[in-house]
């Protein structure tokens, strides 16, 4: 596990990029009512409401055919009746991420939109796994998967200096990316993602699972959010759609065996998983970055 001072590191991190206020008021706060149980459909309505385009959006989404609807909802309160709050959940995360990913940034050496890309890959095959394989809901897995490297961008914002010297200086051939990070950096994105996480209030599983997704975990059963989350970027590295183009994910032994156990569910999984990224666009606007 990561030491005292990653941890501090990691937060010192953390305050200078939430005093940036990189990511939007109403996204934050919307992040922490839903997970507050007291919080009602009309609560969250009145802070949609100070955002006119995530009114659009999430009006959008309901009125989509994906939930194909005969009656147009016209009201915030009634479409979140309508897709529920780990969708809602997930939409907000997904706008705050992406207006995230579309900011300047000095670090023009690093491509925020491969990085996209790859995180929006990520969590379709983790909601796909989650689904498909284990028959459990996919929403907290998709979370993992978009989630789960938003600590490269916060290292890139809080501290440019540094995070360039470490994506320069990174060879894959010598190198684990974490231990690289860490030396340059003081932490990693593994420790940055959990107190971001963690600081949401969102569940502990999804917290743990982006806390360890470089970690071989040998224990780590396939149905838990932390294996769904490996075998995803496993998924998506045969695919190329790569953060780090030379980066391979190492699966444990539990993990691949898993996987090769049931070769013909995942094959199918990667065949279908272009079409699903275009189904998700419908939903999440996951390619428009």
Not at 64 to 74: D, P, V
Not at 198 to 219: F, M, S, V, Y
Not at 280 to 285: K, W
Request: with cysteine.
């Amino acid at each position: 596990m990561e030491s005292a001072d990653q941890i501090n590191v990691a937060t010192a991190f953390l305050k200078k990029f939430t005093r940036m206020k990189t990511i939007p008021a109403v996204a934050t706060r919307l992040i922490t009512m839903i997970e507050n149980e007291d919080s009602t459909f009309q609560d969250f309505e009145e802070v949609i409401k100070i955002d006119p385009t995530l009114v659009l959006r999430v009006l959008k989404l309901v009125n989509s055919s994906y939930f194909a609807l005969r009656t147009k909802i016209k009201r915030v309160s009634e479409a979140i009746a309508f897709i529920g709050i780990d969708n809602l959940r997930n939409l907000v995360v997904v706008d705050a991420l992406k207006y995230l990913f579309q900011k300047d940034s000095p670090a023009d050496f690093f491509s925020r939109n491969r990085l996209w890309f790859h995180c929006a890959a990520v969590s379709i095959s983790c909601q796909m796994i989650a689904e498909r394989i284990f028959g459990i809901k996919g929403e907290d897995a998709f979370l993992c998967g978009i989630l789960h490297d938003s600590g490269l961008i916060v290292e890139g914002q809080a501290a440019p200096d540094k995070f360039k010297e470490f994506y320069l200086s990174y060879i894959p051939e010598k190198h684990l990316i974490t231990d690289h990070e860490t030396l340059i950096m003081g932490t990693d994105h593994q420790v940055i993602g959990y107190l971001l996480t963690r600081d949401w209030g969102l569940p502990c599983e999804i917290r743990e699972a982006i806390r360890c997704h470089h970690k071989n975990l040998e224990k780590t059963g396939p149905e838990s959010l932390s294996g769904i989350l490996q075998m995803a970027e496993y998924l998506v590295f045969r695919l190329e759609r790569l953060a780090y183009p030379e980066i391979k994910t190492v699966l444990s032994p539990l993990l691949l065996g898993h996987m090769k156990k049931n070769i013909g569910e995942y094959k199918a999984i990667a065949d279908d998983l272009p079409n699903e990224i275009k189904r998700a666009e419908e939903i999440y606007s996951l390619e428009k970055v």
